[in-house]
């Protein structure tokens, strides 16, 4: 019986395929378990780079949490430090662990130096958060950006501050009837729901803004997506539904319901009693969806609108019966689409208004949240920025192998800024010749 423990196979092929993504020579993206050596593959190749003679300072090495930052920099640091003191054996053995068998004295010399190297040249090598990298970015153009110059980046706890703020400001320009809507649409938690959505979406919703060109045109196009009417209520398309029926056949109806009907008719005929009895006409609505439609109006139609027996003794109520439910069907599908419609204008209202009220409080302050960081620097470079080509020249000129840790925990945002940045790399020769790569590792 052969002892546990993994295949010696799997163990070489998955130790050959992490040498291979640890090799600089093309630009890798790797997916893999967590706790499978995704770090270790990105230490190595960045050991592998400097192994080549590239300057640390062309090096930027990028992950999601100050946390990963701060392990991916400790692996590297502790194994070049170990290096620069190891014998000459030991050494070589160490390189050849990575695929390099060369043993001459200038080579064992270059990876001696790796740790100084690292520590002492000027820009030094880049380990640091994505928002830590935007924000170096940021400071070094901050017009061309579009940021304040010596803007102060927000903490957490100063960044609830102005949440805070922002949210009291809100709240006191709010009406009462878009109070009333959200919370009869959402519960109590309505508002506060609407807030944290709109905080961590501001972009999103300013661009949505920009892009129809006011909040009144976005609610209108809302609308049309529902194809209502701007404007629609719920109510009045309740009134209208209920003043097009036929008032004098249905209380004809429910007294032939009464008269010849079952247990059934007698519950449909005092549906359509309170429908007509009701103090407004979107009340009267409400009342009468019972008779049509299953679970208390708000399922589907019902099978049957009147009963054998008192089908017999008054034929013309069934027509007129099955020709209400199909209308008040349709209705009832628009009313119900006025209502999503109405609770999202007032939705949105409430998140333009926060919207302006932050926006207002951080310009206030000359300060940028880790999102400003993030969508100001992916403006600052994608090709619609005037400037974008002469900041990607200069960037060009430093950068020249990018490597992004905890890929899937990267957002779509912070995906489009690494895109702008390393466009040269593949976009011909740049501003230099130098082969240049991207190296991507993250979680399946």
């Known amino acids: 019986m052969s002892e546990p423990g993994f295949d010696p196979d799997i163990i070489k092929s998955a130790t050959a395929e992490q040498d291979r993504a640890a090799d600089p020579a093309a630009s890798v993206f790797v997916e893999a378990n967590a706790g499978s050596g995704k770090t270790r593959v990105l230490v190595n190749r960045v050991i592998n780079l400097l192994l080549a003679e590239t300057r640390p300072d062309r090096i930027l090495c990028v992950t999601y949490t100050k946390a990963a930052a701060a392990e991916m920099k400790g692996r590297l640091f502790e194994r070049l430090g170990q290096w620069s003191v190891l014998p000459d054996a030991k050494l070589g053995d160490e390189l050849a662990k990575l695929g390099h068998d060369r043993r001459d004295p200038g080579f064992l010399a270059t990876a001696r130096k790796l740790f100084a190297l690292a520590l002492e040249t000027p820009g030094g090598l880049k380990i640091q958060t994505i928002h830590?990298?935007?924000?170096?970015?940021?400071?070094?153009?901050?017009?061309?950006?579009?940021?304040?110059?010596?803007?102060?980046?927000?903490?957490?706890a100063e960044a609830a501050k102005v949440v805070e703020a922002a949210r009291r400001r809100t709240l006191q320009r709010l009406d009462r009837d878009t109070v009333d809507t959200l919370l009869q649409a959402g519960g109590p938690d309505a508002l506060g729901n609407i807030l944290r959505w709109t905080r961590f979406?501001?972009?999103?919703?300013?661009d949505a803004l920009v892009q129809a060109g006011d909040a009144d045109q976005l609610v209108n196009r809302l609308y049309d997506l529902f194809d209502l009417p701007a404007g629609a209520k719920s109510a009045a398309l309740k009134a209208q539904t209920w003043a097009e029926a036929p008032h004098a056949h249905l209380a004809e109806a429910v007294i032939a319901l009464r008269n010849y009907g079952s247990k059934t008719d007698h519950t449909r005929a005092a549906a359509l009693e309170a429908a007509l009895n009701a103090p407004s006409p979107d009340l009267a609505f409400d009342a009468c969806l019972p008779a049509y439609f299953i679970t208390n109006g708000e399922g589907s139609r019902a099978k049957s609108l009147i009963t054998k027996d008192c089908d017999k003794a008054a034929p013309s109520l069934k027509p007129m019966l099955e020709a209400e439910a199909e209308r008040f069907e349709l209705a009832r599908d628009r009313?119900?689409?006025?209502?999503?419609?109405?609770?999202s204008a007032a939705g949105l209202r409430v998140a333009?208004?926060?919207?302006?009220a932050y926006d207002a409080e951080m310009l206030r302050q000359r300060a940028l949240d880790f999102d400003d960081l993030v969508v100001l620097s992916?403006?600052?470079?994608?090709p619609a920025n005037a400037f974008s080509g002469w900041v990607g020249y200069k960037l060009d000129g430093r950068l020249a192998h990018a490597l992004v840790d905890e890929a899937q925990d990267t957002a779509p945002r912070q995906w489009d800024m690494i895109a702008s940045l390393t466009a040269e790399f593949f976009a011909g020769k740049g501003a230099n010749e130098d082969r240049r790569t991207l190296f991507v590792v993250g979680d399946e």
Not at 201 to 206: D, S, Y
Not at 378 to 382: A, R
Request: proline share 6%.
């Open 352 to 356: 333009t208004l926060f919207l302006e």
């Open 201 to 206: 979406n501001r972009h999103k919703l300013g």
């Open 335 to 343: 009313v119900r689409a006025a209502r999503v419609a109405e609770a």
């Open 378 to 382: 992916g403006q600052l470079l994608s």
């Open 132 to 156: 830590a990298f935007c924000e170096n970015l940021l400071r070094r153009f901050p017009l061309e950006a579009g940021a304040p110059p010596g803007f102060k980046t927000l903490d957490d």
